[in-house]
Each structure stands twice: as C-alpha cells, then as structure tokens.
C-alpha cells in the first residue's frame, strides 16, 4: 500500500484525534481496580480511517493510536491485546466496506460494518481480555459494554457517513426547495 503525502497527513491527525479522544476526553469508570468502562469518541477516528482510506490504514491509525497514546499517558502496564484489538477496530470496517459492500454507499452498509467490528472487539474481545488479564468480571463490562455500544454504533456510522459525504437522509423530491 503506497500513502501520498496528503493520505500520510489524514492519518496521522486521525491518530492524534484518537488519541486525545481516548486518553483526555473520555468519561473512565473503575472497575475492580482497572478500568472498566470508557465512553468517549476515540473509536471514531480508527473506524473512519478503515472505511475512508482501507483497512490497513485503519488498523495502522488503531495500533499506532494505541501504543502512543499508551506513551504519552499510561494506563497501567502495557498489553499488546488491546493494541491488536485496536488495530482490529479500523481494520474491520475497512475491510467490510471496501471488500464485502465493495465500496457501495449507504448507512446500513456503514451500520453493518461498525457494528459486527464493535460487537466482536468492544464488547467481546476487550472484556474478555480485561478478564483474563485483570480478573474483572465479565459480569461487570460484558452488559456494560453493550449498552455504550448501542449507541456508539449508530453515532459513529452516522458521523463516517457525514464526514464522507453520504446521502444519509432521503429527501422526496416533492420535499426538496425549488432552485430558481
């Protein structure tokens, strides 16, 4: 995969997007000593990058947003699961929309997409790994997990489709203001 220069510079402020989304502007909720819930917007700018610009830059944009933004603000010590389930989280919609949908537009591709990738990385892998690294109780991050998810899915299918210029909403013709 070649990057341009202008690619080049897209993904790093999605990285530095991401990280400050993640490690500065997210609600943290404790538990068992770790944490155990996030809620923020950091997944938004490896999710856009897998779909804008392919899979492998969105996993590169996951990873790297993982391990610097580990760097700069640590949140105990350093677990490359969750650097892997990163990359996964702008890997996987990328792949999905540029393989599987081919490309096509739509928010329901975009739905589709962002949700089977958050379902198996935020709400299984990450509790999984909280588990059986930290001991955290599935019990406790599984549910959790899900409900953020319920509504991180749809925001952030409808924020990729705005930034990409999606026709998100299907005005009738009938509806739309007569140019003149």
Same mark, same amino acid.
């Given at each position: 995969?070649?990057?341009?220069? #202008?690619?080049?510079? /897209?993904?790093?402020?999605?990285?530095?997007? *991401?990280?400050?989304?993640?490690?500065?502007? *997210?609600?943290?909720?404790?538990?068992?000593?770790?944490?155990?819930?996030?809620?923020?917007?950091?997944?938004?700018?490896?999710?856009?990058?897998?779909?804008?610009?392919?899979?492998?830059?969105?996993?590169?944009?996951?990873?790297? *947003?993982?391990?610097?933004?580990?760097?700069?603000?640590?949140?105990?010590?350093?677990?490359?699961?969750?650097?892997?389930?990163?990359?996964?989280?702008?890997?996987?919609?990328?792949?999905?929309?540029?393989?599987?949908?081919?490309?096509?537009?739509?928010?329901?591709?975009?739905?589709?997409?962002?949700?089977?990738? #958050?379902?198996?990385?935020?709400?299984?892998?990450?509790? /999984?790994?909280?588990?059986?690294?930290?001991?955290?109780?599935?019990?406790?991050?599984?549910?959790?997990?899900?409900?953020? #998810?319920?509504?991180?899915?749809?925001?952030?299918?409808?924020?990729?489709?705005?930034?990409?210029? /999606?026709?998100?909403?299907?005005?009738?013709?009938?509806?739309?203001?007569?140019?003149?």
């Amino acid at each position: 995969m070649k990057f341009s220069t #202008q690619r080049l510079v /897209y993904v790093s402020l999605l990285i530095a997007l *991401s990280i400050v989304f993640t490690r500065f502007l *997210s609600l943290r909720i404790a538990l068992g000593g770790v944490e155990g819930i996030r809620i923020g917007l950091g997944g938004l700018p490896i999710v856009f990058a897998g779909i804008a610009f392919g899979p492998l830059a969105g996993g590169i944009v996951g990873a790297l *947003s993982d391990l610097i933004g580990f760097f700069i603000s640590p949140m105990g010590a350093y677990m490359p699961h969750f650097t892997a389930t990163s990359f996964l989280t702008g890997f996987l919609p990328g792949l999905f929309v540029c393989y599987l949908f081919s490309g096509r537009k739509g928010f329901k591709n975009l739905l589709i997409a962002i949700g089977v990738t #958050q379902i198996l990385t935020a709400i299984i892998l990450v509790p /999984y790994f909280q588990n059986t690294l930290f001991g955290v109780p599935l019990v406790a991050t599984v549910p959790s997990a899900a409900i953020s #998810q319920a509504g991180m899915i749809p925001l952030y299918a409808y924020l990729s489709g705005m930034l990409l210029g /999606y026709d998100l909403v299907k005005i009738p013709e009938k509806c739309k203001p007569a140019r003149g």
